[in-house]
């Protein structure tokens, strides 16, 4: 096991509803990254925290959004759900803000219906 | 906006078999090329990493070759055990950002 905990595992919402994805990194780690994985596809880079704010941003528009706290857990929020984001969401947690060695939570599944 | 570009997309192989996997990206910026190793029901765990200042790096039956000018890596997994059977993916990264392929289903046959 990673040491990266995400939560829930599993969340269903509809079109339109607004969700709240939780992570925690591994015990020193400072810098955290939330990816997107659609089935059969490999991850897509959502954003980066380091040192508590956005560090770097993938191809996500601004309804996909970030926190990350004093104690480096992270948030990923996303408003206004399309049919189109349901998908794996991962965090992954890493030392200072190089994504060399990082460490994968096992995900939250969600379903948008 | 695909960077890394991953093939093939599902490999069967027999026990000791040498799969290969082949991944090439555009972007000269990025200046680290990790190999994960997914399981189902899991998240991606790192496998084996290259930087473009070497061009192959070992580690027990998992090797990266690298060639810089083609823009290209690929993974090579030795003896190839059921145990490896699941899905590997490549990423290239830079800073603070990280591209994967799409990922090779990979079937060990006993």
């Known amino acids: 096991e990673t040491g990266v905990t995400q939560s829930p595992t599993h969340l269903i919402k509809t079109r339109g509803q607004q969700v709240t994805l939780r992570c925690s990194s591994q015990s020193g780690h400072n810098t955290v990254s939330w990816y997107q994985q659609a089935l059969g596809q490999g991850p897509q880079f959502i954003f980066q925290y380091y040192r508590e704010e956005e560090n770097g941003r993938g191809n996500f528009p601004p309804r996909f959004s970030g926190l990350q706290f004093p104690n480096y857990s992270s948030e990923l929020n996303v408003n206004a759900l399309e049919l189109d984001d349901s998908a794996l969401y991962l965090c992954?947690?890493?030392?200072?803000?190089?994504?060399?060695?990082?460490?994968f939570g096992a995900g939250t599944r969600l379903s948008v219906l | 906006q695909q960077q890394v570009k991953q093939s093939p997309q599902s490999l069967i192989v027999q026990k000791g078999g040498i799969p290969i996997i082949n991944c090439a990206y555009e972007n000269t910026a990025f200046d680290y090329f990790p190999w994960y190793q997914q399981f189902p029901g899991k998240g991606p765990a790192l496998l084996i990493a290259?930087?473009?200042?070497?061009s192959e790096k070992k580690e027990g039956r998992f090797t990266i070759s690298f060639n810089k000018s083609a823009k290209q890596f690929s993974l090579h997994i030795m003896d190839s055990q059921p145990g490896d059977s699941a899905t590997y993916f490549c990423?290239?990264?830079?800073?603070?950002?990280?591209?994967f392929g799409a990922g090779t289903r990979l079937t060990v046959k006993p």
């Open positions: 992954a947690s890493s030392f200072a803000s190089r994504l060399d060695i990082q460490y």
């Open positions: 990423a290239a990264s830079n800073n603070n950002d990280m591209r």
């Open positions: 290259i930087r473009p200042d070497v």
